[in-house]
């Protein structure tokens, strides 16, 4: 249930520089390694610096009486041998007590307005397969043909123990 609903202050809005901080903070709390461990892998600020650098116009934040409530950062792909322009929706996130209030729908909405404007034909996300909330959420922006993954890691920090081969003579 919300604890504050967005008001007509609810303002979406081009991410400035200043803006950074409370968005990698903001994101911080959203992508825990509890919540999704790969998506807490990939948060870190060169993910919002390296995104702002190069589609600054994608990278969106809803500010509410002068607080960053959400964001969204997004780019664009175009494949050598296509017609076709893709929009990335890399990240998306709105506070805690905010959630299902209809700011992630209006981040989405400009963005994808924005996106149109720049020729893309066909927005792409991804998500964690547990992340049922989210794939709800891209449901109703009307985001269809849902294909699973498989996310695999290798830790190089534990030592493993080589088999001693034995001599034969």
């Known amino acids: 249930m ?16 200043d803006d ?3 968005v990698f903070h903001l994101g911080e709390k959203l992508f825990t390694s509890d919540f999704s461990p790969s998506m807490y892998r990939t948060w870190d600020e060169y993910e ?13 934040v809803a500010e509410l009486n002068s607080d960053i409530v959400g964001f969204a950062l997004g780019t664009t792909v175009e494949k050598q041998h296509s017609s076709w322009k893709y929009g990335y929706l890399v990240w998306i996130g709105v506070r805690p007590g905010l959630q299902k209030g209809g700011t992630g729908k209006k981040l989405f909405d400009e963005l994808r307005l924005r996106m149109k404007e720049q020729g893309v034909r066909m927005i792409i996300i991804d998500t964690d397969a547990d992340n049922e909330a989210g794939i709800r959420f891209f449901k109703k922006l009307g985001f269809g043909h849902i294909q699973k993954h498989v996310y695999m890691t290798l830790n190089l920090s534990r030592s493993r123990k080589k088999k001693k081969k034995k001599e034969v003579r």
Do not use: G, V, W, Y
């Open 2 to 17: 919300n604890t504050e609903e967005p008001s007509d202050a609810l303002d979406i809005r081009q991410m400035t520089i």
């Open 20 to 22: 950074m901080a409370a």
């Open 48 to 60: 919002i610096t390296t995104l702002f650098n190069s589609d600054s116009e994608l990278c969106l």
